[in-house]
């Protein structure tokens, strides 16, 4: 069986009930082209203008929200001024290097987390989400 991730880029778009129009194609190229990453808008909307892809920063936005809806990426609220998009959709948490703005994936074999709260009546958890924050030593 394919799976999604080793479809052609138009493939997988149409699969998530999004049609592959040039910008959203150009830039799931760009996205998915390095293996699990993480990126923020602006730093995809860089990579795009780098590569000669006529995007504007809205566009980015807009269609890493698409992405996001369809299930193909999933944001990550690290800090209140910066929203990452993660192209590894697997459950998974997060090291969130302070002042460097770097986020790198937690093996999630290492975490286990239990005792998780009953959800309200009609609700199920999603994920959960863990972001350890991390500095580097003092002394």
Same mark, same amino acid.
């Given at each position: 069986? +394919?799976?999604?991730?080793?479809?052609?880029?138009?493939?997988?778009?149409?699969?998530?009930?999004?049609?592959? +129009? @040039?910008? @959203?194609?150009?830039?799931? $190229?760009?996205?998915?082209?390095?293996? $699990?990453?993480?990126?923020?808008?602006?730093?995809?909307?860089?990579?795009?203008?780098?590569?000669?892809?006529?995007?504007?920063?809205? +566009?980015?936005?807009? &269609?890493?929200?698409?992405? &996001?809806?369809?299930?193909?990426?999933?944001?990550?609220?690290?800090?209140?001024?910066?929203?990452?998009? $993660? +192209?590894?959709?697997?459950?998974?948490?997060?090291?969130?290097?302070?002042?460097?703005?770097?986020?790198?994936?937690?093996?999630?074999?290492?975490?286990?987390?239990?005792?998780?709260?009953?959800?309200?009546?009609?609700?199920?958890?999603?994920?959960? $989400?863990?972001?350890?924050?991390?500095?580097?030593?003092?002394?």
């Amino acid at each position: 069986m +394919t799976h999604a991730h080793e479809m052609p880029i138009e493939e997988r778009l149409r699969h998530c009930g999004l049609r592959p +129009t @040039r910008q @959203r194609v150009a830039l799931a $190229d760009l996205l998915f082209a390095k293996g $699990d990453r993480h990126l923020t808008v602006e730093e995809l909307h860089e990579e795009a203008v780098t590569a000669g892809v006529p995007v504007s920063l809205a +566009t980015v936005y807009n &269609t890493l929200h698409q992405f &996001t809806e369809a299930g193909m990426i999933r944001v990550l609220a690290v800090e209140s001024s910066k929203t990452y998009f $993660d +192209t590894n959709v697997s459950d998974h948490h997060h090291f969130f290097v302070e002042g460097e703005n770097h986020v790198l994936d937690i093996p999630v074999s290492n975490i286990e987390i239990g005792n998780l709260p009953e959800p309200p009546e009609g609700m199920e958890i999603a994920h959960v $989400d863990v972001i350890i924050r991390l500095r580097p030593r003092k002394g």
